[in-house]
């Protein structure tokens, strides 16, 4: 099996870089037996989205990475750790690559070829041409819209299965698609696109998983596209546990050449 490189992880950090704002309130989750409700309205979709935003302290688990830019094909199993808003944590076998990001900082090393990259999120921002911050990977991964949904209004239609949300004012720089299940009312797909600058991000869901009471992805596909170039990363979550004690070994070895981004 092949080992994803630095510079590959970090092609995999910007591809899921999109962000969102984490919202905290806290209110009862909604549940429904998976079928769709034509009686429903955009407000009151978008609302039991965010009722039902995951809850958790920590998560820990595996996650299965398949990448492809359409010259390359790599796949590797790492071990995830997550600590709400304050850290995410990624080994590869072995610890020979290992990632962790925080608030504020992204930080690799790969020691196949003796580098790191230690940085902030402004590299990120300027490569997507919008602002990327800690909340975007997180929010990202837990199956949250890629905006909060509450600041706009939607007109919805019903699909056989999901409820399909586009703004009822189309953006100057942006057009959106969310499409939300009808089971736990998270993420079913998202579409984030750039016409003019042909660039496409697309988010889809699959399999929602219960731990306890939580619906997690069970698998994550990604496709990112800019003008000529594709990529497509798959993230097949697996073992994921909830609200267990973590910690975060980091220190990037001595002796590495820096990777300074331009």
Not at 29 to 37: A, F, H, L, R, Y
Not at 170 to 179: E, H, P, R, V
Not at 210 to 228: C, D, H, R, Y
Request: hydrophobic content about 35%; overall charge neutral; glycine content about 4%.
């Amino acid at each position: 099996m092949m080992q994803l490189s630095l510079r590959t992880y970090l092609r995999i950090a910007t591809v899921c870089s999109f962000a969102l704002f984490v919202f905290s309130c806290k209110s009862a989750k909604v549940i429904s037996d998976g079928s769709m409700d034509d009686r429903l309205s955009a407000k009151s979709v978008v609302k039991a989205h965010y009722q039902n935003k995951l809850e958790f302290k920590t998560l820990t688990g595996r996650v299965k990475i398949d990448y492809s830019d359409g010259e390359d094909e790599q796949s590797v199993s790492v071990s995830l750790r997550m600590e709400k808003d304050k850290g995410i944590w990624i080994s590869a076998p072995l610890g020979i690559v290992k990632a962790y990001i925080t608030p504020d900082r992204v930080s690799f090393y790969n020691k196949m070829d003796n580098e790191y990259f230690d940085g902030d999120f402004s590299y990120l921002s300027k490569l997507l041409g919008t602002e990327v911050d800690y909340s975007i990977l997180q929010n990202m991964l837990l199956g949250q819209a890629l905006f909060d949904l509450r600041n706009d209004k939607f007109d919805l239609s019903i699909g056989k299965d999901n409820y399909r949300l586009t703004p009822k004012t189309a953006g100057a720089l942006y057009k959106t698609l969310f499409q939300i299940e009808p089971k736990n009312f998270k993420m079913d797909l998202q579409q984030l696109s750039q016409p003019l600058k042909k660039r496409l991000l697309e988010i889809k869901y699959e399999n929602y998983q219960l731990v306890g009471k939580e619906a997690i992805p069970n698998e994550v596909s990604i496709l990112a596209i800019e003008e000529n170039n594709e990529n497509r990363i798959l993230l097949e979550y697996r073992n994921i546990e909830l609200n267990r004690d973590v910690n975060f070994p980091y220190n990037i070895p001595k002796g590495f050449k820096e990777i300074v981004l331009e």
